[in-house]
């Protein structure tokens, strides 16, 4: 009878070398791509946030404003310390609906944009009558 081997022959470790190297360079990739995505989300989120903000700021106007908006609402940066974001707003009326208006806030930094769009019902005031 022939007895077993001890040990590993140099084939399997080789085939062990290769399993353990894919499967950690598998984890690092995975690891790299989480650490840009929170990167991104890093710089996504405030600029959510801000737009949010600019549009709730936009909503307070009237609907004769929203027609042509002031370069006050229109564009503009961010103030400290948010001052690597700029903005620019965008409204238009929607086509076949009367008194809807559509409103995009594009806030923009270096490594990217957001843009948040919302429709907003907006009556035409003529004699203190609202007028669909």
């Known amino acids: 009878m022939r007895r077993a ?5 140099l084939l399997e470790a080789a085939v062990a070398m290769t399993i353990v190297a894919i499967v950690g360079a598998s984890a690092l990739a995975a690891f790299g791509a989480d650490l840009r995505a ?7 989120l405030p600029a959510a946030a801000l737009a949010s903000d600019r549009l ?21 940066r ?20 009367h008194s809807l208006v559509e409103i995009t806030v594009r806030v923009d930094w270096a490594e990217g944009a957001y843009a948040l ?3 907003r019902f907006r009556p035409t005031i003529v004699s203190g009558i609202a007028t669909r």
């Open 78 to 97: 961010f103030a400290k310390p948010f001052d690597n974001y700029s903005w620019r707003a965008t409204v238009k009326e929607v086509r076949g609906e």
């Open 56 to 76: 709730a700021v936009i909503d307070l106007v009237d609907a004769h404003t929203l027609r042509m908006l002031p370069d006050s609402l229109a564009r503009g």
């Open 117 to 119: 769009t919302e429709r």
């Open 38 to 44: 929170a990167s991104r989300a890093q710089q996504t």
């Open 5 to 9: 081997k001890h040990g590993f022959t």
